[in-house]
C-alpha cells in the first residue's frame, strides 16, 4: 500500500472488472478454475445490491434464510421482489436450511434464491450434501442461486456451490472479515463469464475498484499462509472463552458451537433478558454486540451476536461481565433504540 502511494498509482482508475492479478489470486483462493470470471466490487455488499438489482424485478420472489444478512432482502425488495424468508432457527435441524424446506418454497415465480453460508448470525454451515441438492433444486428451476461465502475462511469445512451449479451460482467473496480491510471496501463476485459480463454492463463501480484496496488485497492473500493462522486460532480461543461463560451463567446457551464465522450466537431467552438490554448493557461499558433484531424480526429476542476476531483482552472483558449484565439486565427493557 505504501509503494502505491509513493508511486502515484493511485491516481488512474483500475480495471473495470479488477486488477488481473488479484481476479486470479480469488479464484485460487477459492480453488476455482478458469471457468469461472471475477467482478471485483467496492465491498462484497455493493456486489450483492448489484446481482439483486440485476436478476429479480417486480412480482418475482426472492427466497432467503431467516435469521439472516438484512441488506439483500431490501436490495431484492427494492427492486419490487417478494421477500419469502425461510426459517433455521431449529437447534434440531442444526441450524441450517433443509434442502425440502427449499423444494417446498420454490415457485414459478422464484428468480433468486440467497444463502449465506457459513450462516450470518449463527454460524452454521450447510453440508456438502445439502449444499449438492440445494444447487440442484435451484438447477431444476433455472433458478440464480447466490451464495453469499463472506465467512468462508473461518470454517472447519465448506464446500462451494458453485463446483456443482455453475452456470447459475453467483459466489460472493469479502476481504472485511478475514483480512479485515472492511474500511477500504473491496469484495467480489465469482461467477460464469457470462453472469459475469452481464454483471458488468452497468456495474456501480465501472470505473474500478480503489486501487489502493486492490494492492492491500493481493497483499494479504500472497502473505496470506504466514499469519491467517494465527488469527483463526486467536478467534477460536476467544470462542471458548465465551463458551465457558455462557456455561456459567444459568438461561444462556450458544447456538452453533465451534461456530463457522467470527462470531457467536448466545441464545439469552431462557434468562428472562431482552438481546436489546443486554447490548445497551454493553455499549454502555465502550463494548459492541449485536441484538439478534439486527437480523431477524421473527426470532431477534431469541440471540445476541458476539464478534470473535477481537484481542483476548477485550474477550476476557465480555466474559468477566456477563453474569453480571444478565443479572442486572433481567426483565428490564432498552432505555434507546439501537441500530
Known sequence: MIECIDSGEFHVYAPPLGFEALRQAILRDLSLDSA?????????????????????????????????????????????????????????????????????????????????????????????????????????????????????????????????????????????????????????????????????????????????????????????????PAVQDAQLANQASIKAAVDAVPGLDIAVYPSNGNFLAIDVSGASVTPERLCEYYLERNMLIRQGSYHTAQVGDRFIKVSTTVPSEWMAEFCDQLGEAVQVCRRQNAAGSLF
Open 36 to 228: 469461472f470470471s471475477v467482478l471485483v466490487t467496492d465491498g462484497a455488499i455493493e456486489g450483492l445490491y448489484h446481482a439483486c438489482r440485476t436478476f429479480i424485478g417486480p412480482g418475482e420472489e426472492f427466497l432467503v434464510t431467516d435469521p439472516g444478512w438484512l441488506w439483500p432482502r431490501r436490495f431484492a425488495a427494492s427492486s419490487g421482489a417478494r421477500v419469502i424468508e425461510l426459517p433455521i432457527y431449529d437447534k434440531a435441524a442444526g441450524y441450517r436450511l433443509r434442502p425440502e424446506q427449499l423444494r417446498q418454497a420454490i415457485t414459478p415465480k422464484t428468480r433468486l434464491i440467497y444463502l449465506v453460508d457459513p450462516s450470518n448470525p449463527l454460524g452454521s454451515v450447510q453440508t456438502r450434501a445439502e449444499i449438492v441438492e440445494i444447487a440442484e433444486l435451484a438447477r431444476e428451476a433455472g433458478i440464480t442461486l447466490i451464495h453469499d461465502c463472506t465467512y468462508r475462511h473461518f470454517a472447519g469445512e465448506h464446500t462451494l456451490a458453485a463446483t456443482y451449479y455453475p452456470e447459475g451460482t453467483i459466489t460472493t467473496y469479502s476481504f472485511s472479515k478475514w483480512l479485515g480491510i472492511a474500511g477500504l471496501r473491496l469484495g467480489a463476485l465469482v461467477a460464469a463469464p457470462d453472469v459475469i459480463a452481464r454483471l458488468a454492463v452497468a456495474a456501480p463501480n465501472n470505473l474500478g475498484a480503489s486501487v489502493l484496496a486492490q494492492r492491500a488485497a493481493l497483499a494479504g492473500l500472497e502473505h496470506k499462509a504466514d499469519w491467517f
